[in-house]
């Protein structure tokens, strides 16, 4: 079992920067692969980000490209969203979720339902 807890959400004009941060228990946390997802109110939840299980790879959905930066730091079982020229559509509840396949050591996992844990979720909200 894999405990995921977000910190780091909050209120922020537009043009601002937030950092998002996941910790995660275990002691394998560098063969998970770790994604970051959204979700607004009335829409489903979709990928924005995701890194390998070394940090090797990393992949970014089109709407976040240059704007977010997603890292990783095994020795503290920690990843990081950057969230820079935030816009109010990024308005959304983050979650972060881990993925257990053997391939996400070396491979970004991009679709949902291949993340086996998931945290609670963190707001974000972005005001114009």
């Known amino acids: 079992q894999v405990q995921l807890v977000e910190s780091g959400g909050g209120l922020v004009q537009a043009g601002g920067s937030l950092r998002l941060s996941c910790a995660a228990s275990?002691?394998?946390?560098?063969?998970?692969?770790m994604g970051w997802f959204r979700q607004a109110p009335g829409k489903e939840r979709e990928f924005v980000s995701g890194?390998?299980?070394?940090?090797?790879?990393?992949y970014y959905a089109d709407f976040v490209k240059g704007r977010f930066t997603i890292s990783r730091d095994n020795a503290k079982n920690t990843v990081y969203l950057q969230m820079n020229s935030l816009k109010p559509e990024d308005t959304a509840v983050y979650y972060c979720?881990?993925?257990?396949?053997?391939?996400?050591?070396?491979?970004?996992?991009?679709?949902?339902?291949?993340?086996?844990?998931w945290g609670q979720g963190t707001q974000v909200t972005v005001s114009s």
């Open positions: 979720a881990a993925a257990t396949k053997r391939s996400a050591v070396i491979m970004v996992v991009t679709t949902l339902y291949e993340y086996d844990f």
């Open positions: 275990g002691r394998t946390f560098s063969s998970y692969g």
């Open positions: 890194i390998s299980g070394t940090g090797g790879s990393t």
